[in-house]
């Protein structure tokens, strides 16, 4: 992200922090439980409520993962469960400085814990390792343009331009340039969560960990 005071969405920091902040005291977390339950610093998550400091989409996407919800819900306000036309400068974008792109397509509806992405990666980009989701999440893959190396649960998986795949959100995976051909990955990414109070405290209830 260029800017580091607001989203390619518009949304500036301290909106962002406000919106992650409510939703961290809506579910009734201490500002160490939600790092402990994301895997990210206290202080990271204090900077970005705080709206200093502006979070990769790997880091945003731990602490949405960790609260029980989406990236879109932290920034974008619901709408009216009705017909939504979500003209292309209407959607959410957000970049990563590693080299990545995301582009939100659904719109955040009331109670509805879904989301409908679009990705690039620009050539030889790693987007990281994301965190398993609750159980009961879904999440449908499909590779528009370039090689798409696509890893679950550490089982890697080469998908080319058309393919599709399909698996259980509730795994570690991740997203990465699986051609070294100098040109950029676009894949479509459709994730439903499943219930639960955020992977965090599933990882921790699995593992034995408890409150700090």
């Keep these: 992200?260029?800017?580091?005071?607001?989203?390619?969405?518009?949304?500036?920091?301290?909106?962002?922090?406000?919106?992650?902040?409510?939703?961290?005291?809506?579910?009734?977390?201490?500002?160490?439980?939600?790092?402990?339950?994301?895997?990210?610093?206290?202080?990271?998550?204090?900077?970005?409520?705080?709206?200093?400091?502006?979070?990769?989409?790997?880091?945003?996407?731990?602490?949405?993962?960790?609260?029980?919800?989406?990236i879109?819900?932290?920034?974008?306000?619901?709408?009216?469960?009705?017909?939504?036309?979500?003209?292309?400068?209407?959607?959410?974008r957000v970049r990563d400085p590693a080299g990545w792109e995301r582009r939100i397509l659904s719109?955040?509806?009331?109670?509805?814990?879904?989301?409908?992405?679009?990705?690039?990666?620009?050539?030889?980009?790693?987007?990281?390792?994301?965190?398993a989701h609750p159980p009961g999440s879904h999440e449908y893959v499909a590779v528009e343009a370039g090689c798409l190396r696509l890893t679950v649960d550490g089982a890697s998986h080469l998908l080319a331009a058309g393919d599709s795949a399909y698996f259980p959100g509730d795994r570690p995976h991740a997203f990465a340039d699986g051609a070294d051909d100098g040109q950029p990955c676009v894949y479509y990414l459709a994730m439903a969560l499943g219930p639960g109070e955020g992977v965090g405290a599933h990882s921790l209830a699995r593992?034995?960990?408890?409150?700090?």
């Design 1 to 70: 992200m260029s800017d580091d005071n607001a989203l390619s969405s518009g949304l500036s920091m301290a909106e962002l922090g406000a919106r992650v902040r409510a939703e961290r005291r809506s579910r009734g977390l201490a500002l160490e439980r939600l790092a402990a339950l994301s895997g990210v610093s206290r202080s990271m998550v204090s900077e970005v409520e705080r709206g200093t400091k502006t979070p990769s989409v790997l880091v945003l996407d731990r602490l949405a993962t960790a609260l029980g919800t989406s």
């Design 72 to 92: 879109a819900r932290l920034l974008d306000e619901p709408v009216r469960p009705a017909t939504t036309v979500l003209t292309r400068d209407r959607q959410q």
């Design 107 to 131: 719109p955040v509806l009331p109670g509805v814990e879904f989301e409908f992405m679009r990705t690039t990666l620009e050539p030889g980009v790693d987007a990281g390792e994301f965190a």
């Design 207 to 212: 593992h034995g960990g408890h409150d700090g």
